[in-house]
């Protein structure tokens, strides 16, 4: 109930490529949908989230799309970059009522490569 | 967005010794968030901690082994007892406003 699958597992994709990544989910009390650029030997950091009231949001090269119906979402990388090379998680958090945040359920994550 | 900070960012424990993590926000926030990360692996709760309250564990994760410190808004520890080889891990430390939750650098354990 409270996972989220993430594929694919790996992805290669040439420089001034598109990356696509998708996760799904089962909990409908998810409310919230960030993803996350983790470099080895770095934390987790906050790429681009939505919430379910939107079915798209674009950040630079980074747009997220969310099918609310079928519990989907994914991440598109266009113009893949080399630097982008890193892991990718996405998440899921229940809804909050205050100030407080909420505890992330991550997906398994993707490791993408851009070559050059 | 919260700057975070952890200490000791790494270190090579012995088995049956215990390692506290410390935690640094540079801004007050109620929850913060333990996580367990193996190499390679995704990120699996460990407890929040929010201030003045007793620590909430995941399954799987226990006080004991697990103990959290809240003392106050800004700042948590997480100690890792009796470690065993099982523990060698990164462990991070979040926290946040609202939805958005930041990420310190993490603390690499090796336990031999």
């Known amino acids: 109930q409270q996972q989220v699958k993430q594929s694919p597992q790996s992805l290669i994709v040439q420089k001034g490529g598109i990356s696509i990544i998708n996760c799904a989910y089962e909990?409908?009390?998810?409310?919230?949908f960030p993803w996350y650029q983790q470099f080895p030997g770095k934390g987790p950091a906050l790429l681009i989230a939505?919430?379910?009231?939107?079915s798209e949001k674009k950040e630079g090269r980074f747009t997220i799309s969310f099918n609310k119906s079928a519990k989907q979402f994914s991440l598109h990388i266009m113009d893949s970059q080399p630097g982008d090379s890193a892991t990718y998680f996405c998440?899921?958090?229940?809804?909050?009522?205050?100030?407080?945040?909420?505890?992330?359920?991550f997906g398994s994550g993707t490791q993408l490569t851009v070559l050059p | 967005s919260a700057v975070i900070s952890q200490k000791p960012s790494r270190d090579i424990c012995q088995r049956g010794t215990s390692l506290t993590i410390q935690c640094q926000v540079d801004?007050?926030?109620?929850?913060m968030f333990w996580y367990r990360q193996q190499p390679g692996q995704s990120l699996t709760l460990i407890a929040t901690?929010?201030?003045?309250?007793?620590?909430?564990?995941e399954s799987g994760f226990v006080i004991d082994k697990f103990p959290i410190s809240r003392p106050n808004l800004t700042f948590s520890t997480l100690t890792v007892s009796n470690m065993s080889p099982e523990d060698s891990s990164i462990y991070l430390c979040?926290?946040?406003?609202?939805?958005?939750?930041?990420f310190g650098p993490g603390t690499r354990l090796t336990v031999t």
């Open positions: 998440a899921a958090s229940p809804s909050i009522s205050s100030g407080s945040a909420r505890q992330l359920t």
């Open positions: 801004s007050q926030v109620t929850m």
């Open positions: 901690a929010n201030q003045g309250s007793e620590a909430t564990y």
């Open positions: 909990n409908t009390a998810f409310d919230y």
């Open positions: 939505i919430r379910p009231d939107v």
């Open positions: 979040s926290a946040g406003y609202w939805y958005e939750q930041y």
